[in-house]
Every structure is written in structure tokens, then in C-alpha cells.
């Protein structure tokens, strides 16, 4: 399995693993427009004899400053239960610390992203309306979150989600 940085050439394939992934087209639509408006930082495939069978974004949050928004992390369903979404996760974490950012929000299941060292308590201080014990973060440097408390906003394209 190669993983890399989306090229134009993935867009439909992208969208295929979203659509597999999701009960609806929500998040591959929000995959286009976090693309359109900008805000992808590192959208990257998982690809295995030439087919895109994973993807995960991670996007620029609006705030806190230096922070980026960790989702959605899809695999085609025949391709599940193999490690490819930690995979990517861990791919994009590295290339997030490696770059400089601060952290990342993830909002998911506390049991599957703790193993990745994101940790809900970090993210208590922040008011968000996905506020609660599924907003999880993660400091990426050694001096931690540019904040520790605030407003939280995920880019804009989050707000078109059902």
C-alpha cells in the first residue's frame, strides 16, 4: 500500500471511498468544498494495485490558531479491518508535526483515536458545538496547543454537514 497527497486525478476515487464509507454524500461533498475553499492542509489516498481504497483530510481550523480539523478518514468497505485508516491517520499526523502545526481536533470515538494520543480532557476547554466526550485533541509540539481554552470553529465547509 502506497499512501501519498491527492492529485486531481484521485478526485473521483476520493469520492467513491467517501461515498462507500458514509450513509451519504455529506462528506465527499465536504471533502470538494474543503478543497474549493482552501481549507485541505493534507488530504491524502491510500492506494493499492492502482485503486484508491482509503482517504483522510486534514483541514485548517479557523481557531484555535496553528490547528488543523482531523476528518473524514474513509476505506472502502472490502478494504476495512486491514489498518489503512490508522495508516493515514498516523501519515497525516507526522506530516502535521513535521510542518510545525501546533494540534489537531478530532471528533469520533474516544476508543479508537486515544490509541493515536488524541485525549478528550485537552479538548474540554474549548466551546464548540461538537462540544462533549467525542471532541478529542492532540498537542503535535513540545510546548502543546497555541491555546488551551476558547472558541473552537472548524472551517466553514463543516456547517454544510447533515
Known amino acids: ?6 492529485t486531481a486525478a484521485d478526485f473521483a476515487g476520493i469520492r467513491c471511498v467517501e461515498e462507500d464509507a458514509f450513509p451519504t454524500r455529506s462528506e465527499a461533498d465536504l471533502i470538494d468544498r474543503l478543497r474549493t475553499d482552501g481549507d485541505a492542509v493534507f488530504s491524502l489516498v491510500a ?4 485503486e484508491i481504497v482509503g482517504h483522510v483530510v486534514l483541514s485548517r481550523m479557523r481557531t484555535p490558531p496553528e490547528t488543523l480539523g482531523l476528518g473524514p478518514v474513509a476505506v472502502l468497505t472490502p478494504h476495512r479491518r486491514n489498518g489503512i485508516a490508522a495508516s493515514l491517520i498516523c501519515e497525516g499526523l507526522r506530516r502535521a508535526a513535521e510542518k510545525g502545526w501546533k494540534g489537531v481536533f478530532v471528533l469520533g470515538d474516544p ?24 471532541l478529542l485533541a ?3 509540539q513540545s510546548d502543546g496547543l497555541p491555546i488551551q481554552k476558547g472558541s473552537l ?7 454544510t454537514l447533515e
Open 1 to 6: 500500500m502506497d499512501i501519498r497527497i491527492e
Open 47 to 50: 492506494v493499492q494495485e492502482d
Open 111 to 134: 476508543a479508537y483515536y486515544c490509541r493515536f494520543g488524541f485525549d478528550a480532557t485537552l479538548a474540554a476547554g474549548f466551546t464548540s458545538p461538537y462540544s462533549g466526550p467525542h
Open 138 to 140: 492532540l498537542a503535535l
Open 153 to 159: 470553529e472548524y472551517p466553514a465547509a463543516f456547517a
